[in-house]
């Protein structure tokens, strides 16, 4: 499922949502980087969302009009990057954060009591699956693990092409080799 517009997801009261920018490994392209990001992870880290309770996953990387797309490969331009979805969320960000510097946006909706240290620390279900499939195949498309480099911003601060993965706790995408890995570990 495809939306460019901010997400209206869910709200705060379904839990906890935000943005959390990631870099790109160094020497991949923008556009393979994408179809990684889309057609690859997305599908692997559904499993591991699903466990931990997550109601809402979107990955949202650079837009690329069709008519820059036409650039891009017509006349190599770059791409068009990641923008702010409002005045008010590039006044909050403009001193800690350049958004040309950044490749995609993950986008979570996590139960209020989740808690990502908490859980790596002493969390059982799901972990093998996370440090075995998760963490190797960021760093296939990242700069490093996620958590190493990423950074959080307000949901619906940050938009771009926004491929949503899990609507309302339901996949919409196709996964069920990855369950079938998640179920083993």
């Known amino acids: 499922m495809k939306d460019e517009e901010v997400s209206v997801a869910a709200s705060p009261s379904d839990g906890k949502i935000g943005q959390g920018l990631l870099k790109r490994r160094t020497g991949m392209t923008h556009e393979s980087f994408r179809q990684y990001y889309v057609e690859h992870h997305g599908p692997v880290a559904l499993p591991w969302c699903f466990a931990m309770g997550v109601t809402y996953y979107a990955q949202v990387s650079h837009h690329l009009s069709s008519f820059l797309r036409l650039q891009v490969l017509t006349q190599g331009k770059i791409h068009r990057p990641l923008r702010w979805a409002s005045d008010t969320a590039r006044e909050k960000y403009s001193q800690t954060v350049d958004l040309e510097q950044w490749d995609a946006v993950a986008e979570m909706l996590f139960p209020f009591d989740f808690d990502f ?69």
């Open 117 to 185: 240290g908490n859980w790596l620390a002493a969390g059982t279900v799901g972990k093998q699956y996370f440090q075995d499939v998760i963490l190797p195949d960021e760093r296939r498309f990242l700069l490093s693990n996620a958590m190493e480099h990423l950074q959080g911003v307000d949901a619906g601060s940050v938009v771009g092409d926004r491929i949503v993965l899990m609507q309302n706790g339901k996949a919409t995408v196709e996964y069920e080799e990855w369950q079938r890995l998640f179920k083993a570990t």
